[in-house]
């Protein structure tokens, strides 16, 4: 139990559609890490959160965005949803610097 | 960030030490080794991390070569729940750095 919630667990959507994924990072926490992991793959770094604001990006398209709220949570959106945005989205907190990255359990994004 | 290699899998004897090996040859100097594992259906976990010495903690050791070029870490004891994927990762330090995960190699406890 690391103390990183993620909403909701499971997810079906529809090409096309948006989606927003949540997290509630630990508390003392105050930067937040978006990855994606496909089935068979490593989680791949989306982009970084640090006191409400982007602290570094990833290899990902504009329409993934997020957000960090001033209580350190935490949102992923994804817009214009692809048959590949089929993944295992991880939420990380931590505390600047610090060493460990603190998971969540995860959103399992299907798109059909 | 310096890339890792890891084998795709291995499997060790319950009560047995697993080494899992980790090469990283093109570490820079002020990168760090960290692993992290990810039992099924969970988000990583942190084990550990090192620089140049050897590390231990309450889950398990860290050995480094003397040119950083590879690393091995050690479960002493494995046990059924130590099944999982272990990603070895080089990075700068601080938690804010993003962690660039490969593959990660499968670690399979028999009984």
């Known amino acids: 139990e690391t103390g990183v919630t993620q909403s909701p667990t499971h997810l079906i959507k529809t090409r096309g559609q948006q989606v927003t994924l949540r997290c509630s990072s630990q508390?003392?926490?105050?930067?937040v890490s978006w990855y994606q992991q496909a089935l068979g793959q490593g989680p791949q770094f989306i982009f970084q959160?640090?006191?409400?604001?982007?602290?570094g990006r990833g290899n990902f398209p504009p329409r993934f965005s997020g957000l960090q709220f001033p209580n350190y949570s935490s949102e992923l959106n994804v817009n214009a949803l692809e048959l590949d945005d089929s993944a295992l989205y991880l939420c990380?907190?931590?505390?600047?610097?610090?060493?460990?990255?603190?998971f969540g359990q995860g959103t399992r994004l299907t798109v059909v | 960030d310096a890339k890792t290699t890891q084998p795709p899998s291995m499997d060790c004897a319950e009560g047995r030490a697993a080494n899992l090996p980790c090469n990283h040859s093109?570490?820079?100097?002020?990168?760090?080794v960290y692993w992290y594992r990810q039992i099924h259906s969970q988000g990583p976990q942190y084990i550990i991390h090192g620089l140049k010495n050897n590390e231990t903690n309450e889950m398990a050791s860290l050995i480094i070569t003397e040119d950083r070029k590879s690393s091995t870490l050690i479960l002493p004891h494995a046990t059924l729940r130590d099944t999982a994927v272990y990603y070895c990762i080089v990075g700068s330090t601080g938690a804010n750095s993003k962690l660039t995960f490969g593959k990660g190699i499968t670690l399979s406890v028999r009984p």
């Open positions: 508390s003392g926490h105050n930067t």
């Open positions: 990380a907190s931590s505390f600047s610097g610090g060493i460990e990255a603190f």
């Open positions: 959160y640090y006191r409400e604001e982007e602290n």
């Open positions: 093109t570490i820079s100097g002020n990168e760090y």
